[in-house]
């Protein structure tokens, strides 16, 4: 019988949310905190501001059983986590970690003897620490871990970052293994009986560090791997050999997987965590870092690919019309973060010679970075556009008739 009751979230987003929801569906009470009213609003009428499928089923359930509540407001708790934004600070990809600062001060004035807090955000090295760092010096009153040995303490801490999968998350915070962070070997174990209340995939128990840098090396691997496979398509362009033939062939090797290439790689995670290993230890990260650079060329080549698309059409007397289909970072779902869809948009709206049409099935605004273009539906795309490049493969592009991809661009 778990001695976590009652569990806060701080960070309503496409984890905490998720997390917050399954917690509550094993019997937990739960509070989600955000400084989103929105977001507050709309989970408390038990819908979401999110996609992900079979969650707002789930989240309809338990906020009408009142295991499940979202507040700016923090309250006493067994369990905290905190599942905020880890973005960059400028254009040199130093973590900005002023969001988990942010969610500890929120926190640390209901700190009790006993709890312990726990951080799922995707950090740099050494991030849990710092997270100490800040609630030792808002709440003197109580001794946190500073080091693995250390044994008389108030509160427990640790890390224990996500690993799953947009439009799978239900069933994947479920069932995958999940690596347990602790400062201290009690915190680990303290750590894992908060998830073992709703996870049912392997709990494996580390110290902070490792655990953080467990969840930058897989996606890491991950850009490393997509990486080689963009790289394979620019060679290949130039050279002129199909890169999807080529591909299929080379995996036909017993040894060879190799993966498919796309406009470049988004979301929260692969486009971001490997520039955390390489801010910390830059003069070893070699790999990690041009694995980056290529992903993050790959629009730019986008781009220029629909540029001459653009070229070869000629004199039309009036602004050809570009349909872009797909702002996602990746199929099924509204997620935009990162994503290089949206970057190839943004470009392709600096070009003032061209009218720009964007089709998201997923969305029903625009992102206020996108300041051109017009969101619109398949179909007007299809009947007006003279190039259409396809960036996501949604479910709603995959039957494009053998009419519309005579001149997909």
Not at 40 to 54: A, R, S
Not at 85 to 114: M, N, Q, R, W
Not at 134 to 153: A, M
Request: proline share 6%.
């Amino acid at each position: 019988m778990s001695s976590i009751k009652k569990v806060s979230v701080s960070g309503l987003g496409y984890i905490g949310l998720p997390t917050a929801t399954m917690f509550a569906y094993a019997g937990a009470q739960v509070v989600g905190l955000d400084v989103n009213q929105y977001a507050i609003d709309t989970i408390n009428q038990g819908k979401i501001h999110i996609v992900e499928p079979g969650l707002e089923e789930i989240v309809k359930q338990v906020v009408s059983t009142g295991h499940l509540k979202a507040s700016l407001i923090p309250e006493s708790a067994d369990a905290f986590l905190i599942a905020v934004p880890t973005p960059f600070k400028g254009e040199d990809h130093t973590p900005d970690l002023s969001y988990i600062e942010a969610a500890a001060k929120t926190i640390a004035p209901v700190l009790e003897k006993g709890n312990i807090v726990i951080l799922e955000s995707t950090s740099p090295v050494g991030a849990t620490e710092q997270m100490v760092t800040w609630l030792t010096e808002l709440r003197p009153d109580l001794t946190f871990p500073k080091v693995d040995t250390d044994q008389n303490i108030d509160i427990h801490v640790a890390y224990c970052p996500e690993r799953v999968l947009p439009g799978q998350v239900i069933r994947e915070l479920v069932e995958n293994d999940r690596t347990i962070g602790g400062i201290t070997p009690e915190c680990a174990k303290k750590a894992a009986e908060v998830y073992r209340i709703f996870v049912k995939g392997d709990l494996v128990e580390t110290n902070a560090r490792t655990a953080e840098m467990t969840k930058l090396t897989e996606n890491a691997f991950r850009d490393v791997n997509i990486a080689f496979a963009n790289e394979l398509s620019l060679i290949s362009d130039r050279l002129n050999i199909n890169v999807w033939e080529l591909i299929a062939l080379a995996n036909r090797h017993p040894r060879v997987n190799i993966l498919s290439p796309g406009a470049g790689v988004g979301g929260h995670c692969i486009a971001v965590d490997p520039w955390f290993i390489v801010n910390k230890t830059p003069d070893l990260a070699r790999m990690v870092a041009t694995a980056r650079e290529v992903n993050d060329y790959k629009p730019k080549w986008v781009v220029e690919k629909i540029e001459q698309e653009i070229a070869q059409l000629g004199n039309l007397d009036r602004k050809p019309k570009v349909a872009l289909l797909g702002l996602a970072f990746k199929p099924n779902i509204d997620d935009l973060r990162e994503s290089p869809a949206v970057e190839i948009a943004q470009m392709m709206g600096r070009n003032s010679n061209i009218d720009l049409l964007l089709v998201e099935p997923n969305i029903h605004t625009l992102p206020q970075k996108i300041t051109q273009g017009t969101l619109c539906s398949l179909a007007q795309a299809i009947a007006e556009a003279d190039v259409v490049a396809i960036l996501v493969n949604h479910k709603e592009f995959v039957n494009l008739d053998s009419a519309v991809m005579s001149f997909v661009g």
